[in-house]
């Protein structure tokens, strides 16, 4: 995965304008931090990091909304009712969704971004889903397994 080593901050900052908002710091930082992360990241987790530098949660909530609103971000429900997020700059996001894994047991959340999965559907039958948006898988992680 792209870390953001591979995005200078005036790249970042170049993101933010292009996609119509103003680059604050906190806005910076909140996708310096997602583009940094090897898997999608909730509010409570970049809150944790975040509060004792100096940013306030709840500007750190409407960053996270803005930059998703404006197709920065990508935000994923991933069936326990807690938003996460993760950033669409790199390659991965770039060409499509991609499945993502949570763990049952001890909860680590993981892209399959290499992982390609297929749907076969027969012609003769109806289509019943129109377009897929989120693969989302749940099992034991090789740690717990």
Known sequence: MVTSNDY??????AMIRQAGL???????TVLARLARAN?????????EEL???GFDQATIYRNLTDL???GLLNRLDLG????????RGDHHHDDGEHPHFMCVDCGEISCLAEI???MNRQD???ALVAEISEIFLKGRCAKCG
């Open 22 to 28: 103003r680059c604050t710091t906190s806005r910076t």
């Open 39 to 47: 898997a999608p990241l909730s509010h409570a987790d970049l809150s």
């Open 68 to 70: 998703t609103e404006v």
């Open 124 to 126: 003769t039958s109806p």
């Open 51 to 53: 509060v004792p530098q």
């Open 8 to 13: 200078t901050e005036d790249a970042l900052q």
């Open 80 to 87: 326990d009712h807690i938003w996460r997020f993760e950033f």
């Open 116 to 118: 390609e999965i297929k």
